[in-house]
């Protein structure tokens, strides 16, 4: 299944997944650090969406309450949510 999430507080703008049988198969980022986040989005790849959300949730950056990989984490938990 594919999905986006409208990120907030972050750089970029939204994001998109696609998991099958809750293991992460792609994430793409619009807008934002584009080398980081192409890089977030395979270091992810092929995990359980558990652990991606146990091991980016809360990562903040700068100033700023949220990041990229703590949205990506939220985005995860709402798509469990609502599965």
């Keep these: ?9 972050t750089c970029s703008r939204a ?6 049988n809750d ?4 994430v793409e980022f619009m807008g934002g650090c584009n080398g980081n ?8 790849g092929g995990m ?4 991606v ?9 700068g100033f700023k309450q949220t990041s990229c990989p703590d949205q990506l984490a939220k985005a995860l938990m709402q798509y469990k949510a609502q599965k």
């Design 15 to 20: 994001i998109t997944v696609t998991v099958e």
């Design 37 to 44: 986040l192409k890089g977030i989005g395979k270091l992810v």
């Design 53 to 61: 959300i146990n091991r980016l949730s809360g990562i903040t950056c």
């Design 23 to 26: 293991i992460i198969t792609d």
């Design 48 to 51: 359980h969406i558990d652990e």
């Design 1 to 9: 299944m594919t999905f986006s999430y409208r990120t907030s507080g």
